[in-house]
């Protein structure tokens, strides 16, 4: 069975500042990783996936994610944040290929502050 | 390209009533999942079909229940509404449901009075 830790319900952090959202998974099973952002009031859109190769994967606006299989873990980080990236984030993992579902993290509620 | 369309938004029912969901995927995607989302449990997998057919499913009682089209169209019945079932139903498709990328719609909000 998997299961994704997201070890901070909550981040709060000023505008411009450097943000890190935990996430560790565990699988007994080579996995594709995920990270997922929710608006309020919307349904979740993808933020960057790992699926192989490179286990530094960025998306378009600005966040990057490091997989370490060693620690099992796939850290989501931004070296500035907007007030705009006020959002939930969830992390989440996938088997692939027969199993075809996403086990996902409780969320991390990143609020930016002015 | 349209998203997934998700119908209805906001709906509220009362115990023992049973909720119909209905869920248009991207054209051309033939995976489509279901997952309920509460505060308390967070995202659960409910069900995921492909071409009809249903490949996997998660953790709930027989009362959730799902079918898909042959236009990939997707709907989700929840019988005999229980208070806990009370939450925000996302759908999402995506082309094969290989990779676990998925686009998701905005939901159904249903709340069981």
Redesign the interface.
């Known amino acids: 069975a998997q299961s994704v830790t997201q070890l901070d319900s909550q981040v709060p952090v000023f505008e411009e500042a450097p943000v890190e959202l935990r996430c560790n998974y565990s699988s007994s099973v080579s996995v594709?990783l995920?990270w997922?952002v929710q608006y309020p009031?919307?349904?979740?859109?993808?933020l960057l996936?790992y699926?192989s190769g490179s286990t530094l994967v960025e998306s378009i606006n600005g966040f990057e994610a490091e997989f370490n299989k060693s620690q099992t873990s796939f850290h989501l980080r931004k070296p500035s944040v907007h007030i705009s990236d006020t959002a939930e984030y969830?992390c989440?993992?996938?088997s692939?290929?027969?199993?075809?579902?996403?086990?996902?993290?409780?969320?991390t509620l990143l609020t930016v502050n002015p | 390209k349209a998203g997934v369309t998700q119908t209805p938004r906001y709906l509220i029912k009362t115990r023992g009533q049973q909720v119909t969901l209905s869920c248009s995927p991207i054209s051309g995607h033939r995976s489509v999942s279901w997952y309920q989302q509460t505060p308390g449990q967070g995202l659960q997998f409910l069900f995921e079909y492909f071409s009809e057919t249903q490949r996997n499913k998660g953790n709930f009682p027989g009362r959730f229940s799902g079918r898909q089209f042959s236009n990939s169209r997707s709907e989700m019945n929840v019988s005999t509404l229980e208070l806990g079932d009370s939450a925000l139903y996302l759908c999402a498709s995506s082309p094969f449901g290989e990779d676990g990328e998925l686009f998701f719609g905005e939901g159904s909000r249903l709340t069981v009075l």
Do not use: I, P, R
């Not at chain 1, 009031?41 to 993808?46: D, E, P, S, V, Y």
């Not at chain 1, 692939?96 to 969320?107: H, I, P």
């Open positions: 594709y995920f997922y009031n919307q349904g979740l859109q993808l996936k699926l969830f989440a993992v996938s692939g290929g027969s199993n075809y579902k996403l086990t996902f993290g409780k969320g």
